[in-house]
């Protein structure tokens, strides 16, 4: 499956944005859709994960601001991020993998057999 992430940009702190993930090819193998994100010079970190099964899972840091969604017929993901901090500056990257997963399950990037090229989110203060 290919996956094209788009929205990304430059944003105040406190601002917002939504990123869009679509899934082309064989998009029976997105049971698990996800967003990570990598910081210059930080690992790789989970953000979100929506499932077909379950309800979405979040990472501690963005949970109450960032929300996932799916458009299945679609075959697209979205990331509304709200309340952006300068911390949040990083390259955004999509991910799909044909697992289901649920909480902490969903963190591990070998969770996930698809990745996006990323897209660029910067946040300044």
């Known amino acids: 499956v290919q996956l094209q992430a788009s929205g990304g940009g430059s944003v105040q702190a406190g601002g917002s944005l939504r990123l869009s993930c679509t899934a082309s090819?064989?998009?029976?193998?997105?049971?698990?859709m996800a967003w990570f994100r990598q910081a210059p010079e930080k690992e790789r970190e989970f953000v979100a994960a929506?499932?077909?099964?379950?309800?979405?899972t979040y990472a501690d840091s963005v949970k109450g601001r960032f929300s996932i969604l799916r458009d299945n017929p679609k075959n697209t993901v979205y990331l509304q991020m709200n309340s952006l901090k300068p911390e949040g500056t990083a390259v955004y990257l999509c991910?799909?993998?044909?697992?289901?997963?649920?909480?902490?399950?969903?963190?591990?990037?070998?969770?996930?057999?698809?990745w996006g090229q990323g897209t660029q989110v910067t946040v300044s203060s």
């Open positions: 090819g064989r998009t029976t193998s997105t049971a698990t």
């Open positions: 929506s499932t077909w099964t379950s309800r979405p």
């Open positions: 991910a799909a993998g044909d697992r289901y997963c649920a909480g902490y399950d969903c963190y591990g990037h070998s969770e996930y057999d698809s």
